[in-house]
C-alpha cells in the first residue's frame, strides 16, 4: 500500500518551486488525501500571528505564495495554542506534561518539530526530557504512533468517528506526510494510516473536525473555521 501512496504522489504534475507532492489514498476502502513535504529543501514553517501580532486565522492570510496548509495542533476559544508553541525559535506558550482534557490529554502526546532541515514528532516526556533546537513547534495530542506501535487506547472497534487530521515523520527525519481524512475515522483506522501505509515510526494527532487543508494542485481549499496554529510551505515574503 505504501508503494501504492508513492506512485500516486510521484504521477502528479510537475509543480513549481516550493512544491510538495499531494494525493489520494485508500485504506481499507476510506479515502485519504495524504501532502509529503520534504523537510530538507522546503520552506516549512508554523504560524500563527503576524509581525503585528494579529491572528492569521485562515489560509488565505498567510504570506507568499503557499503550495500547501493545514491546521496544526488545538487551541483555545481565544485561538491561543494549547500546549507547547514555538515560532520562527519565539516560544510563546508552554510544554504541558500533565494529564489534561479531551483528546490533547490522552497520553501520550507529542510535539511536531521543525528544524531547518528535519521535521521530527515527539513523544512529549522525550521531548521534554532532551528538547531538541526546534525553530518551530506545535504540541497536540494524542500521539498516533509511537515508536511504530499505534497509541494503546485506540480500539479497533471504537465508535467515535471525525473528519480527522496529523503528521508523520520518516525516521530520518527528512520527510513528513500530511493527511486528512475525507470520511469520519476512527483513531484506530488513522493511526494505522500512518503505521502501516505511510510507514511512519511516530505520528501526531492534530484535530478532528476543525480539520482543514489547502492544497491548491488538487484544487483545494477548505475554509469554514477561524484556525489556530497553521503548518505550510510558503514562498516569498
Known sequence: MRHLLLCVLLTLPALPAAAVE???VSMDGLPFTVCRVDATTEPLRLFHTDPSGNLYGDFAALPGDVPFAMNAGM???NRRP???YIEDGVQTTPLITGASDGN???LPNGVFCI???SARVIE???Y???PPACR???QSGPMLVIDGALHPRFLVDATSRYIRNGVGTSADGTTAYFAISNLPVTFNQFGRLFRDVLGTPNALYFDGSVSRLHAPALGRSDFGRTLGPIVAVTAGP
Open 82 to 84: 494549547v500546549g507547547l
Open 22 to 24: 499531494c494525493g489520494a
Open 124 to 126: 512529549t516526556l522525550a
Open 115 to 117: 528544524e531547518d532541515t
Open 104 to 106: 490533547f490529554g490522552l
Open 128 to 130: 521534554a526530557a532532551d
Open 75 to 77: 487551541y483555545h476559544p
Open 136 to 138: 518551530d513547534a506545535t
